[in-house]
């Protein structure tokens, strides 16, 4: 993720378009609350390159009041990111080859003030200044390699991708509220697309 | 059970770090519901079967009931008490936790570090501000080569030039391992070209805390942005973090305090809802267990009382309901053997009174029995068929209330009551019995019957009809006579016969007219009376020593008709009734004939005074009794009374001629033929002889 933001800064095509969202963001950050809380995987792609699959995907994350109130109390937000590799079968309940989560981290340094995004597999964190750009990062998935993933199936397989907010990683005391409040049942649809060979 | 108390020790440890047991706790919490559901659906299940039993007032329903109260009372009361107690408690406990007196000093605290950082912060701008002045006017490629220069002359770790969308330009740093330098997010991008500046401390990775800072290099064109990266000194930023760590988690404490309640209190009400459900299943667990034996003893009663003795009860209990159960079983099988014996000794009765009745029903004598008070308590089929009388119709009846239903049986029933009620020993008496116009000798022995205990319990009557028997010494009597007579008679008869006639021949010439008529008219009556004795003499001798019988098969409507056919002209009104499909009988037709010769010819003679004679002679075939009935009716003057008992006697006739053999040897006949004769007077007069002649074959 920081090396897509980095791209993403090294990118003298994107940078207006980035603007424009990182604005739209920006005024749209007091609604944010209003909006209905989801996160909805947008678009994701495996390109393969040099021998590796690259995962591209912008998800958007909207948190519910329950959530931000929580993350401006000290609680840290895990979203995790489940990548499958889907064999479909006409006869048969369809078999998952790959099954790959990638953990992310939300939380918010009250002595800065800043919002911090962990990639917890890579151990690498970022600041922002706000949420909506926090989110923004956390939702954009530029060029992740999978290396487990192959390509020489020689069946029809789809890849999947779905993120939620993990219950589990919450304090003790909150899950069981959790899960049943509904603002606190943040899961994405699971996108699913053609893998190409 | 287990599930619950590793919940209530995660709860206990909630506010505890990273446990290794949390990622289960959720699991958990899981797994007590769907136990809680579970126990509650099997105490609704077990209320229901309560229930059920209340309803159809079920053995043990009632005690049930009562020790599930009991056990719901003594769980609840105390776990009720335990929970609200502990609930305060909790909530008590949290909430001391938290103190406005500390959330102010943690936020003041947090303030103090934000004001100690903020001085530093704009000493750093200020610093920034300077650099950048140094910067204007300047070209993208000079700013490259001057860069490294400025940083050495400042406390930057790093500096970067960037345009206004972000692309860096130049960049230089401490560290000349790190190639890639610490950019701006975009919102802080944005507010630094809002506001020409930006200035702001975030934590870095390696926990310490750095300053960013942004200034717009004038007079540059395209705009251009310096940035400044400047690391707080390690021991202000772990002071620094340190008080945010703890403010943090403060917060993070204070924000879950209600979800701490919450949680407390759902586990501990899981914990209550479990024990009482717990306690009310395994209630009904021990009610069930206690009152089973109980049901069971009930049903085996019940089944007692009910006559099933072959009830058993099973248990494999050893303690006192055991006992009881086998006690009950003792019982049951006791009683079992007692009734198998008495059912024994019952059906032993049944056989002895069974074979009894066989030997009673198929004795030829009379068998009556009486209570003391004289009323009929057991009679016989012999008994109906010597008095003519369904005794068995009065059973339980006293002998005069026999008297009064059957008046024939008066003088009978009479007899009885004087001999039983005067003797308490045996007592034998010959008594004449007339019934149905027949005259019946009866021999009567009449003996007490004694009970077990040599007690008098009633008395018994054993008669016999010994009627055939007298009349056979009678017959046998007639022909003794019969024999003698015809054998003294006929002698003589032959001699005073020729003696006669030799008178006739020799003095008929020596004596006149007057003493010819005289000689005559005597030795003719001499002849004459002669030749009726010797008919007499055969008649006895018939009578005595009657012809080999020649039986053979015949049909008895042949010879009806052969012999009605001979008297046709004689009788004016011969009426001769013949069923059809009579069958064949085997008898001797030359006897037979002269029955019904004698018969046909008695009435003949019967009606010759009166006006209107007639004849019915009727054949049919009685299927009850397997035999043809034979019925020669006349209309003629009949049989008085007092000669009908014996018209069947030798010299017993009502004419003034013959030998009064005739009946005597029709009887006979028939007799031998295993046949019976009697005879019935006819309304309004006449008499008709009725024969029935058993149907036998070869």
Redesign the interface.
């Known amino acids: 993720m920081l090396n897509k933001?980095?791209n993403q800064?090294?990118s003298?095509h994107c940078?207006?378009c980035?603007?424009l969202i990182?604005?739209l963001l920006?005024v749209s950050v007091n609604s944010f609350a209003d909006e209905n809380p989801s996160i909805t995987v947008k678009t994701a792609t495996l390109s393969f390159q040099d021998k590796t699959y690259l995962l591209n995907a912008h998800i958007n994350y909207s948190l519910s009041d329950e959530a931000i109130?929580?993350l401006h109390?000290?609680?840290s937000l895990s979203f995790n990111v489940d990548l499958s590799i889907i064999e479909s079968r006409r006869w048969l309940w369809n078999k998952h080859h790959n099954n790959l989560s990638f953990p992310y981290q939300l939380r918010y340094?009250?002595?800065?003030e800043?919002y911090?995004v962990s990639d917890t597999t890579n151990n690498?964190?970022?600041?922002?200044?706000?949420l909506?750009?926090a989110l923004?990062?956390l939702g954009t998935l530029s060029d992740i390699p999978i290396h487990s993933i192959t390509n020489d199936n020689n069946f029809k397989t789809n890849a999947s991708l779905k993120a939620y907010l993990n219950?589990?990683a919450l304090?003790?005391?909150?899950?069981?509220?959790a899960?049943v409040t509904r603002g606190w049942y943040l899961r994405s649809n699971t996108f699913e697309w053609p893998l190409a060979h | 059970m287990l599930s619950l108390l590793f919940s209530l020790y995660?709860?206990s440890h909630?506010t505890e770090s990273n446990?290794a047991f949390?990622?289960l706790?959720?699991a958990l919490?899981l797994i007590n519901i769907a136990g809680t559901i579970f126990l509650l659906g099997l105490l609704i299940s077990n209320i229901r079967w309560l229930w059920q039993q209340f309803s159809t007032q079920a053995v043990g329903a009632r005690i049930t009931a009562r020790i599930v109260l009991l056990f719901f009372a003594i769980s609840v009361i105390p776990t009720g008490i335990v929970f609200y107690f502990s609930s305060q408690l909790l909530h008590q406990s949290i909430d001391s936790w938290f103190d406005a007196k500390i959330d102010t000093a943690m936020q003041s605290s947090?303030t103090l570090?934000?004001r100690s950082?903020d001085n530093r912060t704009l000493f750093l701008m200020k610093e920034t501000r300077q650099l950048a002045s140094q910067l204007e006017n300047e070209t993208d490629i000079f700013l490259s080569l001057t860069l490294a220069g400025l940083r050495a002359q400042t406390n930057a770790s790093e500096l970067t030039a960037f345009s206004k969308?972000?692309?860096?330009i130049a960049t230089t740093n401490l560290d000349p391992g790190v190639l890639?330098p610490n950019?701006p997010?975009?919102?802080?991008l944005?507010?630094a070209k809002q506001n020409h500046e930006f200035i702001?401390?975030?934590?870095n990775?390696n926990k310490g805390?750095i300053v960013r800072a942004i200034v717009e290099i004038r007079n540059t064109n395209p705009k251009r942005y310096l940035q400044a990266i400047y690391t707080v000194p390690e021991d202000i930023g772990e002071l620094?973090?340190s008080?945010?760590d703890a403010?943090?988690?403060y917060?993070?404490f204070?924000?879950?305090r209600n979800?701490?309640k919450?949680?407390?209190t759902?586990t501990l009400s899981l914990a209550l809802i479990f024990s009482v459900l717990a306690a009310s299943w395994a209630a009904f667990v021990f009610a069930r267990e206690l009152v089973a034996p109980i049901r069971q003893l009930v049903e085996g009663t019940q089944a007692l009382s009910e006559g099933n003795y072959e009830k058993k009860l099973k248990t494999n209990r050893q303690d006192e309901l055991g006992f009881l159960i086998n006690s009950f079983n003792a019982m049951t099988l006791r009683i079992s053997s007692s009734r198998t014996e008495a059912n024994n000794a019952q059906r032993d009765a049944e056989d002895q009174h069974a074979y009894l009745e066989t030997v009673l029903s198929h004795l030829s004598n009379g068998v009556l029995g009486f209570d003391l008070a004289l009323r009929l308590k057991t009679t016989n089929y012999g008994a109906d068929q010597i008095l003519e009388h369904p005794l068995t119709a009065c059973i339980e009846f006293s002998l005069a209330e026999i008297a009064i239903k059957c008046p024939e049986l008066d003088a009978f029933t009479s007899l009885l009551i004087g001999n039983f009620s005067a003797k308490e020993t045996e007592w034998q008496h010959e008594f004449m019995f007339h019934i149905n116009h027949q005259k019946k000798t009866l021999l009567l022995k009449g003996t007490p019957l004694y009970a077990a205990d040599k007690t008098l319990s009633g008395y018994v009557l054993i008669f016999d009809d010994v009627t055939p028997i007298i009349q056979s010494q009678r017959n046998a009597a007639w022909s003794e006579v019969a024999q003698r007579l015809a054998h003294e008679i006929k002698n003589p008869l032959t001699p005073i016969q020729l003696s006669a006639e030799r008178l006739q021949r020799k003095l008929h010439s020596q004596l006149d007219d007057d003493a010819n008529k005289v000689l005559k008219k005597s030795t003719d009556t001499i002849v004459q009376q002669v030749s009726a004795m010797k008919s007499m003499v055969n008649d006895f001798s018939n009578f005595a020593r009657p012809p080999q019988s020649k039986p053979q098969v015949i049909s008895i409507s042949h010879l009806i008709d052969d012999i009605a056919s001979l008297y046709q002209g004689q009788v004016q009104h011969l009426i001769v009734t013949i069923d059809d499909h009579l069958p064949s009988t085997y008898a001797d037709p030359i006897r037979l004939r002269q029955v019904l010769i004698n018969l046909i010819k008695n009435a003949q003679e019967a009606i010759a005074d009166i006006n209107n004679g007639e004849i019915n002679i009727s054949v049919s075939y009685k299927k009850d009794c397997d035999s043809i009935e034979i019925c020669i009716a006349d209309n003629g003057p009949g049989v008085d009374n007092s000669n009908i008992e014996r018209i069947f006697e030798p010299y017993a006739t009502t004419k003034d001629k013959g030998t009064g053999l005739g009946l005597a040897i029709v009887k006979k006949i028939i007799e031998e033929h295993s046949g019976t004769i009697i005879i019935k007077p006819v309304k309004p007069q006449g008499a008709n002889f009725i024969i029935q002649l058993p149907v036998t074959t070869l």
């Open positions: 933001n980095l800064l090294h003298y940078i207006p980035f603007v990182i604005s920006c109130e929580a109390n000290g609680v340094h009250t002595l800065a800043i911090q690498l964190q970022h600041n922002f200044s706000s909506s750009a923004n990062a219950i589990e304090p003790l005391p909150m899950r069981p509220l899960y | 995660l709860m909630a446990s949390n990622g706790f959720s919490i947090l570090s934000r950082l969308q972000g692309r860096i890639i950019t997010d975009s919102s802080t944005l507010l702001g401390f975030e934590p990775s805390l620094a973090g008080v945010e403010y943090t988690a917060q993070e204070s924000y879950l979800s701490l919450f949680s407390f759902l």
